[in-house]
């Protein structure tokens, strides 16, 4: 079932740059498309990029006329002129969901509010108590994209709970959402449920690059943000990485990722469907078993067919695409050549189904997320488990961490010196000064060393030091 | 010296949105001045942002022989064609500089050290003694930029220490500097003495684009980085963008500025001394003063032009023409005004010279750091206070924040379900997976809930949940 191969080979060098390589071949395959996708929609071709950079322009330029201008020209039928969901469709979508949807709704905001405090920074200093201090402090307003749902299935609205909920907890005022209108121009009744739960402040129903150039830019009705989160398609992607800058970004992803590195105490049926999990989502998605040991190897290969072919048509054909381009099995002999090829890889979600977890988690030094044992399968942090799901891929492990409370926090230094403080450092601050050749800023130094009498209007107080600061 | 305005009128209207869009006034002046600087070193013209793709384009795909390339034409004499700094060469530039300015060096890095560890986020879970955890771990190798020195001028070599000590801090093994060597190819003494004493690992006399692609792409002599940090010229900035994806980025920094918040308790020579700190810079640094009550404002006005007079050329000029076209003095009625003018403008470094420091600062969320009384000039904090002085400019306050350790740290969650945690979310994480419509999830959920039996090869261990999971 899934292609074998072992660290060295040919075929495990193409999959450890495969893994980086996805994203590019991603624009690489979405650029091909775009050509007749605009001349379409647009009546000319044009690359995605252009696209991007067309549309930021015009809503730059022109507002919410440009975003609906191609918000109707990208989504059709759909599309509307006026984006925003009201609060009262909302809290009404929350009163038309089953019993215990809701209920599961509810665990996983509560799950996720937990962890997510938990993480919270502590500042210091901020009493003006002591020389240096730190204060964290909520972005004003983040937005957040939530995808239409591919061929008729829904968008995937737990993603509204793991992008905003750890917004909510780090006390962001404002929390916006967009995401794609279906044909009737309305958005799902579970995604705007769940935004009702997580208290979400603005809804609006569009999407693509007309609704992430209106977040980066603002337009009259839909206010720019601070800080864009969330995972798109390509395009989406593209557009948001057009919007750096302006605002910042959670990360750029791509397609979902899972490495499973078990050894002969995994239960193979419980690797292959977590595997499977990931396939699921993308033909592109990913998902890798480093097998320590034959006897995993050949039950997770055995089991995999079995549940493929048990899987509802529609994701079937969408797994078994993944499992076929981008699925391996690697079989290695230790768990430290496990863990070295884990590392190599940096996927976004390590699963570790080993006797003694210990030495792999210490040696572990990229992962999004690292889920340990047969009871901690990749799903359940998808939904309820309390980390958020949205997490770097493509071997961005290594340099981005997935979202959480500090993702939607800003740091800010304190300096509140008393004279003492100030006297010990300031000869070494003139020096520095002096030898960078900033005349000004050493002179900023001197003139407290050695401070002038103020001349004031004789009305005035008059104080050499101010009084706020006694040193 | 000063132009004055108030809250509401046009000048101040102006002041605000110039504070935004220095950023982008100086990328279109640079692209003016681009097409006659690539006519003259490349030989045609283009906009720098086509230099920028194309040295990218050519890193890519010939390493080393694109970035000498490039870097002999944009740098001309001083380029090398092998851009390693040796250990010895820095080990060396330590013993040449004066004792006063070792001293100094030593002090800012354990000033830099102290701060940053007090700063450390907390890991927990990692042993595995908890149902959720997090890993906080140093990104493996990072990249800080320092601009040469402007005509003649050393480089701010501080700026190493506060680029590169976090870095050291937060445990980054690979630490990497890059600076466009001066004509005759080497680096400034101070600026390889200072690389020595922070324990830098890398150093390459390269500059500009060629500096940035290479570290972005990865070349045989300069391996890629995973996060580069370090402001640059605005050629540089627009590297830096092209390579946001390819490796993080601290943030994408413009010109400097400052913003007092002064009432008549400040003393006006060192309100006046630390704008012109900052004025020194660049043209287009930006100091602006928001005065409560006439008292200090007058006596500002008038400490300005004795200073500035007073400043050496060289950075007279400078500062002088900083001070003309940005320099402003915003007079308001109180102290909730006045904060609410700095929050608007959202600067890089907030000096609160106030009777009463306290309200200003609870009120005050967007500043990249915050000077509190008149013993903190900005350039104490520049120097030798602790925190990082590379922070964020041009309104962008709002979203980023200033360099420290958590910039070089990547956060990764850990879920280590027992059976019980397991069985206790399992049945909401099912809901919200058939509800999504991911079939693979909900059975990777459900499979565990009621498992198989294990069929296994006689001769290996027989169990139905691994034992290192007792739940």
Same mark, same amino acid.
């Given at each position: 079932?899934?292609?074998?191969?072992?660290?060295?080979?040919?075929?495990?060098?193409?999959?450890?740059?495969?893994?980086?390589?996805?994203?590019?071949?991603?624009?690489?395959?979405?650029?091909?498309?775009?050509?007749?996708?605009?001349?379409?929609?647009?009546?000319?071709?044009?690359?995605?990029?252009?696209?991007?950079?067309?549309?930021?322009?015009?809503?730059?330029?022109?507002?919410?006329?440009?975003?609906?201008?191609?918000?109707?020209?990208?989504?059709?039928?759909?599309?509307?002129?006026?984006?925003?969901?009201?609060?009262?469709?909302?809290?009404?979508?929350?009163?038309?969901?089953?019993?215990?949807?809701?209920?599961?709704?509810?665990?996983?905001?509560?799950?996720?509010?937990?962890?997510?405090?938990?993480?919270?920074?502590?500042?210091?200093?901020?009493?003006?108590?002591?020389?240096?201090?730190?204060?964290?402090?909520?972005?004003?307003?983040?937005?957040?994209?939530?995808?239409?749902?591919?061929?008729?299935?829904?968008?995937?609205?737990?993603?509204?709970?793991?992008?905003?909920?750890?917004?909510?907890?780090?006390?962001?005022?404002?929390?916006?959402?967009?995401?794609?209108?279906?044909?009737?121009?309305?958005?799902?009744?579970?995604?705007? +449920?769940?935004?009702? #739960?997580?208290?979400?402040? !603005?809804?609006?129903?569009?999407?693509?690059? *007309? /609704? =992430? &150039?209106? @977040?980066?830019?603002?337009?009259?009705?839909?206010?720019?943000?601070?800080?864009?989160?969330?995972?798109?398609?390509?395009?989406?992607?593209?557009?948001?990485?057009?919007?750096?800058?302006?605002?910042?970004?959670?990360?750029?992803?791509?397609?979902?990722?899972?490495?499973?590195?078990?050894?002969?105490?995994?239960?193979?049926?419980?690797?292959?469907?977590?595997?499977?999990?990931?396939?699921?989502?993308?033909?592109?998605?990913?998902?890798?078993?480093?097998?320590?040991?034959?006897?995993?190897?050949?039950?997770?290969?055995?089991?995999?067919?079995?549940?493929?072919?048990?899987?509802?048509?529609?994701?079937?054909?969408?797994?078994?695409?993944?499992?076929?381009?981008?699925?391996?099995?690697?079989?290695?002999?230790?768990?430290?050549?496990?863990?070295?090829? +884990?590392?190599?890889? #940096?996927?976004?979600?390590? !699963?570790?189904?080993?006797?003694?977890?210990? *030495? /792999? =988690? &210490?040696? @572990?030094?990229?992962?999004?997320?690292?889920?340990?044992?047969?009871?901690?399968?990749?799903?359940?942090?998808?939904?309820?488990?309390?980390?958020?799901?949205?997490?770097?891929?493509?071997?961005?492990?290594?340099?981005?961490?997935?979202?959480?409370?500090?993702?939607?926090?800003?740091?800010?230094?304190?300096?509140?010196?008393?004279?003492?403080?100030?006297?010990?450092?300031?000869?070494?601050?003139?020096?520095?000064?002096?030898?960078?050749?900033?005349?000004?800023?050493?002179?900023?130094?001197?003139?407290?060393?050695?401070?002038?009498?103020?001349?004031?209007?004789?009305?005035?107080?008059?104080?050499?030091?101010?009084?706020?600061?006694?040193?």
């Amino acid at each position: 079932m899934l292609t074998e191969c072992v660290p060295g080979d040919a075929l495990f060098t193409d999959l450890v740059s495969s893994a980086h390589r996805r994203f590019r071949r991603l624009v690489a395959e979405a650029e091909g498309k775009a050509k007749a996708f605009y001349q379409k929609t647009l009546g000319r071709e044009a690359t995605i990029q252009q696209i991007v950079d067309e549309v930021f322009a015009a809503v730059e330029a022109e507002g919410d006329v440009a975003v609906a201008r191609y918000a109707k020209a990208f989504d059709g039928a759909g599309a509307t002129e006026s984006f925003r969901v009201s609060k009262e469709r909302m809290a009404r979508a929350w009163t038309l969901i089953p019993d215990d949807l809701r209920q599961a709704i509810q665990v996983a905001i509560r799950q996720v509010t937990d962890y997510q405090r938990r993480l919270l920074p502590a500042s210091f200093g901020t009493d003006l108590d002591e020389p240096l201090g730190v204060r964290w402090m909520p972005l004003d307003r983040v937005g957040a994209y939530v995808p239409g749902g591919t061929s008729g299935s829904l968008p995937l609205f737990s993603s509204v709970i793991m992008n905003l909920v750890p917004a909510k907890v780090a006390g962001v005022a404002q929390t916006v959402l967009v995401s794609p209108p279906r044909a009737d121009g309305t958005l799902a009744t579970e995604l705007l +449920a769940t935004a009702h #739960a997580v208290g979400v402040d !603005e809804v609006y129903a569009v999407g693509g690059i *007309p /609704a =992430i &150039a209106a @977040l980066a830019c603002g337009t009259p009705s839909i206010k720019a943000v601070d800080k864009l989160v969330g995972p798109g398609n390509i395009v989406v992607t593209m557009a948001k990485q057009r919007a750096y800058g302006r605002v910042d970004l959670d990360m750029l992803a791509g397609p979902s990722e899972i490495l499973v590195l078990a050894d002969d105490s995994a239960h193979p049926a419980f690797v292959a469907a977590d595997l499977l999990s990931q396939a699921e989502h993308d033909a592109l998605a990913m998902a890798v078993c480093i097998a320590v040991g034959h006897g995993v190897a050949s039950g997770v290969q055995r089991e995999l067919a079995v549940q493929l072919e048990r899987l509802p048509a529609g994701r079937q054909e969408v797994a078994r695409e993944s499992i076929v381009r981008f699925g391996r099995l690697v079989r290695v002999n230790s768990v430290v050549e496990a863990i070295d090829v +884990a590392n190599r890889i #940096a996927a976004e979600h390590v !699963e570790l189904m080993l006797r003694d977890p210990h *030495p /792999a =988690i &210490a040696g @572990l030094r990229h992962a999004g997320a690292i889920f340990v044992g047969p009871w901690s399968p990749e799903p359940i942090g998808d939904y309820v488990a309390g980390p958020s799901h949205t997490l770097p891929t493509g071997g961005t492990a290594r340099m981005w961490s997935g979202i959480a409370v500090d993702t939607f926090l800003r740091r800010t230094s304190i300096i509140n010196f008393s004279e003492a403080d100030f006297r010990r450092l300031a000869p070494h601050g003139e020096v520095l000064a002096a030898a960078e050749g900033l005349e000004a800023h050493a002179h900023a130094i001197r003139i407290r060393r050695y401070p002038p009498r103020i001349v004031r209007p004789p009305t005035s107080v008059n104080i050499i030091v101010p009084p706020n600061q006694p040193g």
